[in-house]
Nanobody
Framework: QLQASGGGLVQAGGSLRLSCSASGRSLSDYHMGWFRQAPGKEREFVAAISWTGGSTFYTDSVRDRFTISRDNAKNAVYLQMNSLKPEDTAVYYC??????????????????WGQGTQVTVSS
């Protein structure tokens, strides 16, 4: 089971680091993704990382501000979020991607989801 943590309330321009961990499952077997969902909106893709950590992919709105990384020895995936904006406010979810395309933006490419962590950015 995946668990996302590290969310909170931060002012615009601030930073947060989200973590995703798993119990009873090795994340190193999967490509991983981060998604977010704001109230009244669909869940959207944020970032993805290949199972080795050698390749990363971002949605345009977070590129150059967010960094996805992983530590397979610690069975964890991270999302470093800098220069946060009010429009980044959402519940953030991590998810495992068992398929061949690590950079998929499609939710149905991901087979297991964490419970989400709330990120709120005040203006």
């Amino acid at each position: 089971q995946l668990q996302a943590s590290g969310g909170g309330l931060v002012q615009a321009g601030g930073s947060l680091r989200l973590s995703c961990s798993a119990s009873g499952r090795s994340l190193s077997d999967y490509h991983m993704g981060w998604f977010r969902q704001a109230p009244g909106k669909e869940r959207e893709f944020v970032a993805a990382i290949s199972w080795t950590g050698g390749s990363t992919f971002y949605t345009d709105s977070v590129r150059d501000r967010f960094t996805i990384s992983r530590d397979n020895a610690k069975n964890a995936v991270y999302l470093q979020m800098n220069s946060l904006k009010p429009e980044d406010t959402a519940v953030y979810y991590c998810a495992t991607n068992p398929g061949p395309i690590y950079s998929s933006k499609r939710t149905h490419s991901y087979d297991s989801w964490g419970q989400g962590t709330q990120v709120t950015v005040s203006s």
